[in-house]
């Protein structure tokens, strides 16, 4: 499913357009946007449109456009993926494929706004991540807000010519409301 809309200071997340599917072509054919993303290659642009269709479809995903709160310029997506009913958990991934707005702080602001929607709207007990060695403005996102190293997967990647370890953080929902 796609999320709702949620304005935040610099971004806001929006249910993404199929327009945008072209976007995400480009930024899967950058190296360094997917340097430490499990896809590594570029899907032709039906596949991208059929995963975003895939995604509004979805019972077992939420899924956003991340845009410029200043000017509605798309830079990235985040999701909640996997989302066990059952459990009440899911993890979260996103990307900012627009390399000009990386370090500012555009990650670490999508995460507490779809944090704060997994707890409060879908009653989530749970939420982690996962992080590949070297990617530590990623890591840094999550740890300001709140999540913690829970597990390290050694040389559990491999990028570049090289095994990395695969950091995994969590957030409980007790964690969140103590910092609110």
């Not at 956003?64 to 059952?86: C, E, F, K, P, S």
């Not at 950091?167 to 929902?173: D, F, K, Y």
Request: proline share 2%; with cysteine.
């Amino acid at each position: 499913m796609f999320g709702p809309v949620i304005d935040g200071e610099r971004i806001r997340l929006e249910p993404p357009r199929l327009e945008y599917a072209t976007a995400y072509v480009r930024w899967f054919a950058d190296r360094a946007v997917t340097r430490y993303l499990v896809v590594r290659h570029p899907a032709s642009l039906k596949k991208q449109e059929q995963w975003i269709e895939r995604m509004a479809a979805s019972r077992d995903d939420v899924l956003w456009a991340m845009v410029r709160a200043a000017d509605g310029a798309l830079i990235g997506n985040l999701g909640l993926h996997r989302i066990g009913w059952r459990n009440r958990n899911a993890e979260m991934g996103y990307v900012i494929g627009e390399r000009d707005q990386w370090g500012k702080g555009c990650a670490t602001e999508a995460v507490k706004l779809a944090t704060a929607y997994g707890f409060l709207e879908l009653g989530l007990r749970k939420m982690f991540a996962m992080v590949v060695e070297g990617n530590e403005a990623s890591r840094r996102a999550l740890e300001k807000n709140g999540y913690r190293q829970c597990a390290l997967f050694r040389r559990d990647r491999y990028v570049e010519g090289q095994w990395h370890d695969l950091w995994a953080g969590e957030i409980l929902r007790e964690e969140w409301d103590a910092r609110q």
